[in-house]
Antibody
């Protein structure tokens, strides 16, 4: 069964850092682009970052550039999102997703919640 | 403000058909076939229901269909069922090599 599972969310103070992890199973992880998408409480979806299959092509949402880094470990079937200088507006559920091609995200994890608050 | 414009809410009765529009520009929807639709039930992760304007993933009901005309994409749900009550989001690739979402549409089945 194709599966994604996120971890690493939690409560962090403004200015703090978090590293989100996503473990994949049930498919050839190294063949797919992977993404992080977030959803603030009561709000819509935002594509935070993408990484291509070998990690050589990265995409970041404009408002997060310089504060987040996406990476992957194909040997461990995992993708990561390092978030620094966190702000209250970064509070959201963060989803790990698989991009089947053309930006269509066909597999989603259950999400991990990040709360930025003092 | 989202880059793509969707109606905040739509409603329909069981058995009816509804259409949700997603308005963009010649730099996103009008430029590419990479327009996708997601369904999200409360408290759940989104689910891909239409990709590349009109393609349906395996396992998605044929009651869901997608189309595009100019800078506007549309999602049509026919034979509306109670389980279709959810939020729906469109997404498109853009000429700036970014992806954008619509603000989401809340579908109510009366």
């Amino acid at each position: 069964e194709v599966h994604l599972e996120e971890s690493g969310g939690g409560l962090v103070q403004p200015g703090g850092s978090l590293r989100l992890s996503c473990g994949a199973s049930g498919f050839t992880f190294s063949s797919y682009w992977m993404c992080w998408v977030r959803q603030a409480p009561g709000k819509g979806l935002e594509r935070v970052a993408n990484i291509n299959s070998d990690g050589s092509i990265l995409y970041y949402m404009d408002s997060l550039k310089g504060r987040v880094t996406i990476s992957r470990d194909n040997a461990e079937n995992s993708v990561f999102l390092q978030m620094n200088s966190l702000r209250a507006e970064d509070t959201a559920v963060y989803y790990c997703t698989r991009d089947q091609g053309g930006g269509a995200m066909d597999v989603w994890g259950q999400g991990t919640t990040v709360i930025v608050s003092s | 403000q989202s880059a793509l414009t969707q109606p905040a809410s739509v409603s329909g009765s069981p058995g009816q058909s509804i259409t949700i529009s997603c308005s963009g520009t010649s730099s996103d929807i009008g430029a590419y076939k990479y327009v996708h639709w997601y369904q999200q039930h409360p408290g759940k992760a989104p689910k891909l229901i239409i990709y590349d304007v009109s393609e349906r993933p395996s396992g998605v009901s044929s009651r869901f269909s997608g189309s595009k005309s100019g800078n506007t994409a549309s999602l049509t749900i026919s034979g509306l069922q109670a389980e279709d009550e959810a939020d729906y989001y469109c997404s498109s690739y853009t000429r700036r090599a970014t992806w954008v979402f619509g603000g989401g549409t809340d579908l109510t089945v009366l």
